[in-house]
Each structure stands twice: as C-alpha cells, then as structure tokens.
C-alpha cells in the first residue's frame, strides 16, 4: 500500500511517521518551498504526547520544550478561579509539553526523514487536482507559477492540508470560507524572566477578552524562559466573513494591542512590558469550520485542520492531528481494504473532534473563566460563593473527556 498525503504539517508528518511504523508506505507534498519552523507556542496535550512517544521522540521533544507543571485561570483582575494540575503532575504517565510550534515540527520532521528518508519529502508541491477510480488515486502537483510539475498515483490520499485545504475544497465545493466568530488573536514570544514555577501556564481574562501567557523554552538565563503570549479580543459581531486570507498572519500594530491589555491584572508576569519589549508578534483570526457529515469519499480523506478546524481552545489542534494520525494508521493496518478503512477511522475520530469543535465554540475548559465573569463581572470575595467548586470542575473536567486526555487511573499507553 501507497499514501500519498497532502501538507507537511505536524499531522501530515507525524501520519507519515505512524504509517512507516507499519510498514505502510508513503510519499509527502508540501506546497511551501521548505518546511520552515514558524510560528509561536502551543501545548500538545498528554494523549498526543503518549503518541509521539511511543514513536521514539519524547527525549527529543524534551530537549526543546517546557514540561508544563499548572494551569492557572484567572479573571481578568488576577484573582483565582480555577488551578489545574497538567501533565506528569496531574498523574498522567507522559509530560504535558509547551513548546513552539516550529521546534515540535522540526522535530517529527527530521524523524521523517531519518525514516523514510528525504527523497519522501516533496516541497514546492501545490494540489492542484486527483482522481480515483477503483485501484487507486492519481493527483497532480503543480508549483507556484502554475506548471506541472509532478503525477503522482497512491492506494489513498490524505488530505493534512490545513483549513484551506485544497482537498476538502474539492469534496465540499460549495462550503464556503472558514467560520470566524469575530475575535482577533494577537501571539508573540519573548525571552523573558521566569514567574511563578517557570513551567506554568495563565489563562485569564472575561467574556469579552483573554491573556495567555506560558514559556516554551529554556531562557537565555537560568532566570529566564522563552515566553509565549496570546491575546484574544472580540473585535466583531461574529456575522462578518473572516479577513482575507493573505491578512491571516500579518505582523500586529501595537496601537491596536495595547488598549485591550489594558483591561488585565496578571498578578505573576507583567503582561504590558512583556508585550511591549517583543518586536514582533503576528495577528490572526480566530477560525474554525462547522462539522462535516463525513470525511472519506472513496480512496480519500481528510486530517487534521482539513478535517476539523477548531477555535485555539483548550490546547487541542495540534494535539488531535497526532490522534487522527495513530487512528488512520491503526485502520490502515488492520483492514483488508483502504476504503472500509477509511470508513473506520472516519467513524472513530468524526464524532469526537466534532464535539470539540462545538464545546471551543462555547469556550472549552476556559468557559470557566467566563461564567465567574459573567457572575461577578466586578471580582469577587470568595470564589465558591460565585459558582462551587462542583460547577467548576464540572465544566473544566467535562471538557478533557471530550477531548481524550481526563486522567484514568490504571490506563495503560499503548505504544504504537
């Protein structure tokens, strides 16, 4: 059997990771001219990390990452809402990681290459059509300028090519652009003096308006970490389509930024002048698509933010790309034919990433955040006369069951 897939993101790279551990082999197009470590911080969830691990890369990703330890939710005046414990701290047999997007690309993508060697790895390789008929799938690639410049025929393609995926673009003509719900997102990292443990991470903010701030790295001093932050304002109604593409990832003024800060008390990390002294931070829209009815359509199917695109709630994206990509691998390997396993991993993982797109929409394990707000918009005396500790945790809690990632005493990982 021959994969061919489409985007050399993390869940593009980390499926062609899974697939070469059964012997399943594949071939990986890319349309940017090389695989670059962009972006800024994410957190990858302890049943994503188990995955990677059990391919071999935990020391590697332990070199470049921040074991997150806490994750404190605050409201906007700095008090205290809720305080979760994460990863190895919250009991979960593998490390919850913060890290930047980039360094845990680079990472899956030089395993990538050990394994199946470079010459698997096509950049510069746009989709520009495929396909398929009863023994296969044929699709070709074209560059920048247009030309052909690749047909490439596989048993199936899979479709990891982001939110602007040409692929689901090809199944679901008629979608449309992605949903935007009118909040703008503002990220940057800077080197910066450790607060509170120098592994933990902040969430605070209302309704209306949220601060993260969490390292990713070591610091250039012992005193110091590579610091990730992220604000999130409500800038439109949520009716508006989204900014054009090409303004999805363009540097932010800090005329506009500043302002929103502003309504924040962070009481461990000055959130202005950390902001204030980063050079450069990016600006994005906050996007994500409804559901689908089904991701397989024959020999071809869909992974990641081409399957289920969601709102940056709860630490998820990346982190369910991974899990599709054991899912698809294991189905793979098990079923007497591509189609009826497409079918199977389809029918595993739709379900439940839909949910999660549905709960990001209403705020995820953060809702908790809000619903104080929306109690005690002023602050408050004693948190457990706004909303108990029993409704809190049930809106946090009830979110990491739907996600995948609640700690269950007594689980053994499966390694794949």
């Known amino acids: 059997m021959k994969a061919i897939i489409v985007g050399g993101g993390i869940g593009g790279l980390t499926t062609a990771l899974m697939l070469r551990a059964r012997g399943i082999g594949c071939e990986l197009f890319e349309q940017a001219d090389s695989i670059r470590e962009l972006g800024v911080g994410i957190n990858t969830l302890p049943h994503a990390i188990r995955e990677l691990a059990g391919l071999g890369l935990l020391q590697k990703l332990d070199d470049v990452a921040i074991r997150t330890d806490v994750l404190y939710y605050l409201n906007r005046h700095g008090q205290e809402v809720w305080r979760d414990p994460r990863g190895i701290d919250a009991g979960h047999d593998v490390p919850q990681f913060s890290i930047h997007r980039g360094r845990l690309q680079s990472v899956i993508h030089q395993a990538v290459e050990e394994r199946l060697g470079k010459e698997a790895i096509h950049t510069g390789c746009r989709l520009g059509a495929f396909t ?5 799938v044929t699709a070709h690639f074209f560059d920048r300028s247009g030309s052909h410049i690749k047909t490439v025929r ?3 393609l899979i479709g990891a090519d982001g939110i602007h995926s040409r692929v689901r673009d090809t199944l679901f003509p008629n979608e449309g652009p992605p949903c935007w719900n009118g909040l703008m997102l503002w990220r940057g990292a800077r080197d910066w003096p450790a607060f509170l443990t120098g592994r933990s991470m902040i969430v605070a903010g209302g309704l209306n308006a949220k ?6 790295a070591e610091g250039s001093s012992p005193a110091s970490r590579l610091t990730n932050w992220a604000v999130l304002v409500k800038v439109g109604d949520g009716n508006a389509p989204p900014p054009r593409r090409e303004d999805w990832s363009r540097p932010g003024k800090r005329e506009e ?15 202005p002048n950390l902001i204030s002294a980063t050079p450069e931070f990016y600006e994005y829209p906050t996007c994500d698509r409804d559901p689908l009815p089904y991701w397989s359509s024959g020999r071809v199917t869909l992974l990641g933010d081409a399957a289920h695109p969601m709102y940056p709630v709860g630490s998820n994206g990346a982190s369910q790309a991974i899990l599709d990509a054991r899912c698809l691998a294991d189905a793979l390997a098990r079923s007497e034919h591509p189609r009826q396993a497409l079918m199977i991993y389809e029918q595993k993982r739709l379900p439940m990433t839909a949910e999660i797109v549905r709960s990001n929409r209403r705020g995820g394990p953060e809702g908790v955040i809000d619903a104080v707000e929306q109690l005690a918009p002023d602050g408050f005396d004693n948190i457990d006369h706004v909303l108990s500790y029993a409704q809190r945790e049930a809106i946090v809690r009830g979110y990491a069951s739907k996600a995948g990632f609640a700690t269950v005493p007594g689980l053994a990982a499966v390694r794949a």
């Open 257 to 271: 930024l500043m302002p929103h800060v502003a309504r924040f008390s962070v009481p461990y990390v000055d959130v």
């Open 154 to 156: 596989g048993d199936i």
């Open 211 to 216: 601060v993260v701030v969490y390292p990713i």
């Open 132 to 136: 398929q008929d009863e023994g296969g």
